[in-house]
Every structure is written in structure tokens, then in C-alpha cells.
């Protein structure tokens, strides 16, 4: 299991004053950036444009999260806005190993989403072409939605085949992540938080990633 990260999603901060809003949260780990494209979720969001002007400006890399469509085609735009870690939702993938194969060939951590009725077993075999698996812990395409406790077995398998395969895959979980419910995901196994309206919502974003980090150490130990 990899050390305990932060990665606050700014879908729940301010869009007119982005900038300003990444530079809020210097001890995040990761900046994670929810890509919606009002097919595979009925949001819409950034596109690959804004998000190259986001990876420009950011104190810390981009995770991008793609909640698109036909990701074969379209995820690859994302490593070449310069996101370091690019995911894609393996129900909007044909062939999820060629396209994590070219997200690691073009520079980038490639990762995989699953939807929370999507099994991990049916994809063991692909753990080691992956650098990040993404366990969503609400339906995905909006912020500020409650966490789904039915979610914390599928963490817990995730963790159980990550081990037997002895792979160093990062364990992610996106959605209703706060202070109520982290230490809940830590000892389940996730490595790797993603906090959009705990953070955004927090007086000090940057405290709130500290406290964040601190539960789920707690948790660990
Ligand atoms: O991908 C998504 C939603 O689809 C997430 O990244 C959320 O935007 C996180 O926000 P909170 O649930 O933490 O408010
Ligand atoms: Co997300």
C-alpha cells in the first residue's frame, strides 16, 4: 500500500477564479480535475483547452478524472494537456489495456474508474498495466453527494487482489470523501482521497487537506 495522498476536486470551487482556487491548496498532493461531457454523466465541465491552461498554473500535478464517452479516443488529449495522472471509466472503454498502455507510453499514470454497481474481479488480470484504480464511492457527476457506505467491500477486494497480485497499484476512492467517512476508506484499503466540497467548503482548504491527511494516517496505524 503506497502512502496516504490527497487530491482535492475543484469541481465544487469557484470556475471563474480557478487560478486562484489550485493556489489554495499547496499541500495537496494531486489537483483532481472532474472532465464530464453531458453523455456519460449529465454534467458538463472542462475540456482538454481549459484544463492544459489549469496544468500551466497548478502548485501540483493534474489528475484527471474523465467522465467521457469513447475514452479510447478522447483520453489521450488529457496526458497532452499535461495531466500526470489521467483516468478513464473502464464502462467507456473498448479496449482498457491498449488504452492504458498508451496513456504509460505517452508520459502519464494511467488509471481506471469503476461506477459503483461496476465489479473489480472481471479486471484482476489488468491490476499491473494500471498505476491507479478508482473506486467511486457515489454515482459519479456531481459534487457534495452523501457517501455510499455499499461501496467499502469492493475497496476492501480491491485491496485483497492488489496484494495477492503483488502489484503497486495506487487504490483511489472519489466521492463523499470527508472527514465522517475517510478513516472508513483508509482502513479499507484506499491509498490515494479524493475531497471536493470538504475541501472547497472548508474556510482553509489547505488545513482541510492536513486534517484529511491526518485521519487517514490515524487510520492506517
Ligand atoms: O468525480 C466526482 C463526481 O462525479 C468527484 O470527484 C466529486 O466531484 C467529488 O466531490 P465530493 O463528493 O467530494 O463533494
Ligand atoms: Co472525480
Known amino acids: 500500500m503506497g502512502h496516504i495522498q490527497i487530491t482535492p476536486s475543484i469541481l465544487n470551487s469557484d470556475f471563474a477564479r480557478l487560478g486562484e482556487e489550485v493556489a489554495r491548496i499547496p499541500g495537496a498532493d494531486w489537483v483532481h480535475v472532474d472532465v464530464m461531457d453531458n453523455h456519460f454523466v449529465p454534467n458538463l465541465t472542462f475540456g482538454p483547452a481549459m484544463v492544459e491552461a489549469l496544468a500551466r498554473v497548478s502548485p501540483v500535478p493534474l489528475d484527471a478524472h474523465l467522465m467521457i464517452d469513447d475514452a479510447d ?53 489488468l491490476l499491473a498495466e494500471l498505476d491507479m484504480v ?39 476512492v472519489d466521492g463523499g470523501v470527508s472527514l465522517e467517512t475517510i478513516e472508513r476508506c483508509a482502513e479499507a484499503g484506499a491509498d490515494v482521497f479524493v ?24 487510520a492506517r496505524s
Request: hydrophobic residues 45%; contains cysteine.
Open 73 to 125: 479516443r478522447n483520453a489521450p488529449a488529457y496526458v497532452e494537456a499535461g495531466c500526470g495522472s489521467v483516468t478513464f471509466h473502464v464502462e467507456a472503454a473498448k479496449a482498457p489495456v491498449r488504452l492504458a498502455r498508451e496513456i504509460r507510453a505517452a508520459g502519464a499514470r494511467a488509471s481506471m474508474a469503476l461506477k459503483p454497481a461496476t465489479p473489480i474481479e472481471p479486471y484482476e488480470d
Open 134 to 172: 478508482l473506486i467511486m464511492t457515489v454515482e459519479p457527476g456531481f459534487g457534495g453527494q452523501k457517501f455510499l457506505d455499499l461501496c467499502l467491500p469492493k475497496i476492501r477486494r480491491a485491496r485483497a487482489l492488489m496484494d495477492k497480485h503483488g502489484v503497486e497499484t495506487w487504490l483511489q
Open 195 to 218: 475531497a471536493g466540497s470538504a475541501v472547497y467548503s472548508a474556510e482553509d482548504p489547505d488545513a482541510m487537506v492536513a486534517a484529511l491527511r491526518a485521519k487517514a494516517d490515524a
